[in-house]
């Protein structure tokens, strides 16, 4: 399983409130990925990493930030939660250096609930 | 922006039936080739990854290939079974951007 783990697993917070998921990967990878799935949506990449402070923004990055200042942890926050943000957020890595012929696994997901 | 693109968007077999999915590219610059399923409610499960070097890739029932000059990816289950029901995802590009995917149903 590449050595994923996400936290917190599932979420309950307040409209207006900081949230931030953390993605932890035990194997050093370079490249990691933040998604988000939605019914009738599939899975829309928010912002990916390519190293330690090199990220970049994916389809749906307003709203979300990210940073990774080691290489085993890729942080999303939400500044101030909205209920469009309700979603399941899935972390990814992609084994090997090049993504172009890297394998991607990914974390089990965290379950967001903002009321 | 690579676009992804995967056909049938859903499809419903009885169980023992043959089948393909199809996953196409908007940039054919293709190198290697992953197919995910998920369950309802659950994670993503890779199921074939066919490297650039390969043109396709199997796994018991499974068969995935892959033609670059029309940048095209087909995964093939041979004699379906209820336990194949899941939606079936491949992932493109860079930044790794996913289609809608394909909602499988295999009736017993």
């Known amino acids: 399983d590449a050595g994923i783990t996400q936290s917190p697993r599932h979420k309950v917070t307040e409209t207006g409130t900081p949230v931030t998921l953390r993605c932890h990967q035990t194997e050093n990878h370079r490249y990691m990925y933040w998604y988000r799935q939605d019914p009738g949506h599939g899975l829309r990449l928010i912002h990916y990493s390519y190293g330690v402070k090199d990220t970049d923004k994916g389809e749906v990055s307003d709203g979300y930030s990210v940073s990774r200042s080691k290489t085993e942890d890729f942080l999303l926050t939400l500044e101030s939660a909205t209920s469009s943000q309700t979603s399941v957020y899935f972390c990814?890595?992609?084994?090997?250096?090049?993504?172009?012929?890297?394998?991607?696994?990914f974390g089990e997901g965290s379950r967001l609930t903002v009321l | 922006k690579q676009e992804v693109t995967q056909i049938p968007a859903a499809l419903s077999v009885p169980e023992g039936e043959n089948l393909v999915l199809n996953c196409s590219f908007t940039d054919s610059a293709i190198y290697n080739l992953q197919w995910f399923r998920q369950d309802p409610g659950k994670g993503l499960t890779s199921l074939l990854l066919?490297?650039?070097?390969?043109r396709e890739q199997t796994s018991g029932r499974l068969n995935a290939s892959l033609d670059k000059s029309s940048g095209r990816s087909t995964l093939y289950i041979a004699a379906s079974q209820p336990g194949d029901s899941a939606t079936y995802l491949c992932?493109?590009?860079?930044?790794?951007?996913f289609g809608a995917g394909t909602r499988l149903t295999v009736k017993p």
């Open positions: 992932p493109k590009g860079n930044d790794m951007r």
């Open positions: 066919i490297q650039s070097s390969q």
């Open positions: 990814a890595i992609s084994v090997r250096q090049d993504p172009n012929t890297g394998e991607l696994f």
